[in-house]
């Protein structure tokens, strides 16, 4: 849900709004802050859980895992499976990460030791994940050139909206991937679906649109090369529960007018 300037003029007593997710861009921080109003959200609680769904993404996408499982409960498999329907190697490959957070860095973690390389490219560099992870920074468009696999793990900032769009198709390699487990607003829907109808890129793993849940009229649902998900990254039973704990602890601090615990901009309390 939008929180905006319309919205908040409607609750002039608000002392806090406490989203229950980690992406915030849903809120308009700034205006919040200057009218004293806190902003919470629920980081970290769901790192991992969201690293396995976006790594399980593109694992099922490149190897076309869901296509497959309708094909055999379809009744298809009565021969020996066509070449046309074999998936692409995984192992051994490049994996480009586009905003090497919390998240990005769970799913570095899981490429490590499975992928060749693991590049990244990042608002600021990050020293102990490139130690760690021996993971490279490089610039998006070497990111994007380099790839076998395109991650975008970023939040949606005025930056980011619309990061992905022609030019960074275009940038990609024929037989590259493209998952976006971030925001659907970060890629220009109409671009990708263009660079997978014409195979300018392989396939794409989506978790996210521009549009959710994803209109039935959508192209996307009618690509093979395309896999879905409605907007599951974090979604186990788990996860969903320590995001409400966390939500609620956030809540009940900032009624109190103390600073919750993931309080996303501390300027505030100067306001409070
Ligand atoms: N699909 C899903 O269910 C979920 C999606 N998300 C999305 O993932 C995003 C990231 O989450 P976290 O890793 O927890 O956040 P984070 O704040 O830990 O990481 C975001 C990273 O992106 C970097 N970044 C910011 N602007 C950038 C730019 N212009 N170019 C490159 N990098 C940039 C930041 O420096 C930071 O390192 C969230 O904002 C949310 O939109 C989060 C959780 C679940
Ligand atoms: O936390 C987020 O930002 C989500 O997208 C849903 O968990």
Known sequence: MKVNQEMLDRAPKLRIVSNISAGYDNLDIKELTSRGIMATNTPDVLTD???????GLLLATARRIPELDAYVKAGQWTAKLPDERFGVDVHHKTLGIIGMGRIGKAIAERAHFGFKNVLYHNRTRNSDTEKELEATYVSLDDLLQQ????CLMAPLTDETIGLMGKREFDLMKETAVFINGARGSMVVEADLIHALQNKTIRAAGLDVYQNEPLPLDSPLLQLENVVTMPHYGSA????????????????????HRQAPPSLIDKAVLAHI
Do not use: C, H, P, W
């Open 147 to 150: 790839s076998d696999f395109v």
């Open 49 to 55: 859980t969201t690293a396995d769904a976006i790594f």
């Open 236 to 255: 186990t039973q788990e996860t969903r529960y320590k995001m409400a704990e966390l939500a609620v602890d956030n809540l009940i601090k900032g009624i």
